[in-house]
């Protein structure tokens, strides 16, 4: 079946980096997601990644894709107070209307 | 400015009245859809659509229509809302099947 999992918890220090782990279940899809939700705001593509690719930087961004293992990780460099946010992981599947499967979202909050 | 907008930001209405949500956005995009935020179930699909007239069942499409007339619009409709229809939901677009999401700021909607 279609499953997306996160931890739903990280805590860190201001500076520190961040990593947020995903797994998802759908070995055919081909575009994998980070979204950010601030309270009260909608959701802000933070960056994604094609299945044929392994890793891409994006400014403070680092995304890294196991295909192997049906693993994602967001790693955010120089975590900033800003930064305090749920981030989702999120696939999409094409057989399926194209909808996207987002995990349950993992709370990240920096402490200074 | 691209964006997605929806309206009201904030409704509370009694089980029964019928109400629509609006959904705009103005870049184009094929492929619109709504999802419902509740805490615990995440994000879910309610329904989607791949172009002008052309519209689908989503995972939780029931006590809701939709209609595309317009390639823009993408109005969700409450027939007679019940109070677990209580939630937060998000309009998304892109530019097609898969690609790009792009969400609206969301809905909060209340039914007592």
């Known amino acids: 079946g279609e499953d997306v999992e996160q931890s739903l918890f990280l805590s860190v220090r201001e500076g520190d980096s961040s990593v947020i782990n995903c797994t998802y279940t759908d070995s055919s899809s081909t575009y994998l997601y980070w979204y950010k939700q601030e309270p009260g705001a909608g959701l802000q593509l933070l960056t994604y990644?094609?299945?044929?690719?392994d890793m891409k930087q994006d400014q403070r961004l680092t995304v890294l894709l196991n295909k192997k293992d049906k693993h994602l990780s967001l790693r955010i460099a120089d975590t900033q107070t800003g930064d305090s946010a749920i981030y989702f992981c999120a696939e999409t599947l094409y057989n399926q209307g194209g909808k996207l499967i987002f995990g349950q979202g993992t709370e990240l909050s920096v402490k200074p | 400015e691209a964006q997605v907008t929806q309206n009201p930001r904030y409704l509370i209405t009694v089980t029964g009245k019928k109400l629509t949500v609006t959904c705009s956005q103005n870049?184009?995009?094929?492929?619109m859809s709504w999802y419902r935020q509740d805490p615990g179930l995440g994000l879910r699909q309610i329904y989607y659509s791949m172009n002008v007239e052309v519209t689908d069942k989503g995972d939780v499409p029931e006590g809701y229509k939709v209609s595309r007339k317009e390639k823009r619009n993408f109005p969700l409709i409450l027939e007679s809302p019940s109070p677990n229809q209580t939630s937060l939901y998000f309009c998304?677009?892109?530019?097609?099947?898969?690609?790009?999401?792009?969400f609206g700021s969301g809905t909060r909607l209340t039914v007592v």
């Open positions: 870049m184009n995009h094929e492929y």
């Open positions: 990644i094609f299945s044929n690719m």
């Open positions: 998304a677009s892109s530019p097609r099947l898969g690609w790009g999401y792009t």
